[in-house]
Structure formats: structure tokens, C-alpha cells
């Protein structure tokens, strides 16, 4: 092969990003927009709310990233409240659908009840087992109404940095008491000419002791169909088993899922119609 492999630039990193998201079906040009929302208490403390993306890659998806509520405010109905007032911006926004991910140990018969559908599983090294969900937004379901609905008696309110970090401290703090947190290490590569000129990247992690994990892969249009992708992807999948991982995932496109296929990627699940009219799938290859 007459081409160099490089580390990538961050200035790399992000024209990846951007050429990704012009290849794949779009509804709209609007940009990413994460938000906050917190609940406080009334002495201000921080005792739940959220972290969500919305027009995740431009598919008019809403995308819950992360959910908390304190311990000692469980089952008062605010975890409920937040569900709400995230379908409302989601609606507000022309969110089509809303997804997450949970796990065994968490809050799956909880988002059920709110009418979300699991989609994909993943039984991991630990035994335990995460969820992919998903909630069709214009689809009719009924509301779920929490037997115990005390707190309401608080509010949701927009939150900023600081109240994030609180959200994902208290929601690590949960999570490590089940699965201890790996250490997360980053595969950040790219092909050059031999005029040292970008043809090809891939950007990937590996959490150690578990999975592995592609989130981009990119080969220049005039170069495809050479055997750049798989190569990067090989070497994505060398340096997640190097780092002790089992397994390695993706996510592709019903525009590019043969690719990955080809490749030994078995499919783990199926979003269907997002975007609209295309499907998109969770893949995973044992490694």
C-alpha cells in the first residue's frame, strides 16, 4: 500500500465529521444542540435531570444521553417529569423520535412504562446487559402517570455546564457501583500520500477489558472501492484486542451497512425509519 498511516488532527478529526454528515440521509441542516435540564430542590441543590442531543446527525432524533435523580428522590415521580418536558422540546424542535441507552442494573422497566421499545441489547464481559430504546414521538402512546407524583412540587428548569457535571457525577457515582469505570483509550488515525495529503481516517476507542468502538470512517471519495476503509478498520479492530477488548461495535446506515457486513459485522439491532425512509443499525464483530 503506498500510503503512510498517521495520527489524526483535531482540524482532521472534525472534516470527518463533516463529510460523514453530508454522505448520510438528512431531514434538515440544523445543527447539533445539546441542552441541560436540571430539578432543585428549595435550597437550590441539584437532585436529578438530563443531558440531551438534539438533531443528532441531522435526523430530526433527539438523543437522551444521560438521566439522574438522587437517591433519596426516587420514585416521586421526577425522573417522569423530566421524560416530559424532554418529548416536549423534542416535539418543539421537530424531533421525530427520542433514544438512550440503559442497562440491566438501571431504569429499562422505567422507560418502557414511558413507551419506550428496546431495539438492540448487549450482554456484556460483567453479565450485564444494555439497552437501546427508542419512543417514535408520532406514534399514539398513552401517558404514564406515576402512582407517587410528590415531585411535582419541584421543577424542571434549563441548567448549564455546572449543572451537568453535577448530573454526570451523580449518575457515574450509580453506575460505578455496578461496573467500574475502564480506563478509555482513543485510536485516532489517518492514510496520507506520499505528498503527505489526507485520503483516509478513522476514529475509534477502546474501553479496556470490554469493547472497542468505530464512531468514524472516512475514505475520500476519489480513493473508495481500495481497500483504505478496511484497512483502517482492521487496524481500528488490532488496537481495541491489543487494549484486551472482546468485542468491537458500530453503527451504519442502510446506505452503508454492506460495507461493515462484508467485513464480519453481525447485526445486534435496527432503528427503523430514522432517518425517514432508511433505517440504521447497531453492528458488532467478536474480535
Known amino acids: 500500500m503506498d500510503y503512510k498511516i498517521e495520527d489524526l488532527t483535531e482540524e ?14 438528512h431531514e434538515t441542516d440544523a445543527d447539533e444542540e445539546e441542552f441541560v435540564l436540571k430539578v432543585e430542590v428549595e435550597n437550590g441543590e441539584i437532585v436529578g435531570g438530563c443531558i440531551a442531543c438534539a438533531y443528532e446527525y441531522r435526523w430530526l432524533r433527539m438523543f437522551l444521553d444521560t438521566l439522574w435523580v438522587d437517591e433519596r428522590y426516587r420514585h416521586h415521580g421526577i425522573g417522569s417529569m423530566i421524560i416530559r418536558e424532554v418529548e416536549r ?15 440491566s442494573y ?53 441548567g448549564g455546564e455546572d449543572d451537568a457535571k453535577v448530573i454526570e457525577n451523580g449518575i457515574r457515582a450509580y453506575s460505578e457501583a455496578y461496573e467500574p469505570k475502564c480506563e478509555n483509550v482513543g485510536f485516532y488515525k489517518k492514510l496520507v500520500d506520499e505528498d503527505g495529503r489526507f485520503v483516509a481516517g478513522v476514529i475509534a476507542d477502546a474501553d479496556k477489558g470490554e469493547n472497542g468502538f468505530i464512531e468514524a470512517l472516512f475514505v475520500e471519495e476519489p480513493l473508495r472501492l481500495q481497500g483504505l476503509g478496511t484497512y483502517l478498520m482492521m487496524e481500528a479492530e488490532k488496537f481495541a484486542k491489543e487494549n484486551s477488548a472482546h468485542m468491537i461495535l458500530t453503527n451504519a446506515g442502510d446506505w452503508n451497512v454492506g460495507f461493515f457486513r462484508k467485513n464480519g459485522y453481525l447485526l445486534r439491532g435496527e432503528l427503523k425509519d430514522v432517518p425517514k425512509g432508511h433505517d440504521c443499525y447497531e453492528l458488532y464483530k467478536m474480535i
Do not use: W
Open 106 to 158: 438501571m431504569a429499562r422497566p422505567f422507560y418502557e412504562k414511558h413507551g419506550f421499545t428496546v431495539f438492540t441489547t448487549l450482554k456484556k464481559p460483567n453479565g450485564y446487559i444494555s439497552y437501546s430504546l427508542v419512543k417514535y414521538l408520532d406514534k399514539n402512546t398513552s401517558e404514564y402517570v406515576p402512582t407517587d407524583n410528590s415531585g411535582a412540587r419541584f421543577r424542571v428548569s434549563p
Open 12 to 25: 482532521e478529526a472534525a472534516y470527518i465529521g463533516g463529510q460523514i454528515n453530508e454522505i448520510v440521509p
Open 89 to 103: 422540546i423534542a416535539r418543539e424542535k421537530g424531533c421525530r423520535v427520542v433514544t438512550l441507552g440503559t442497562a
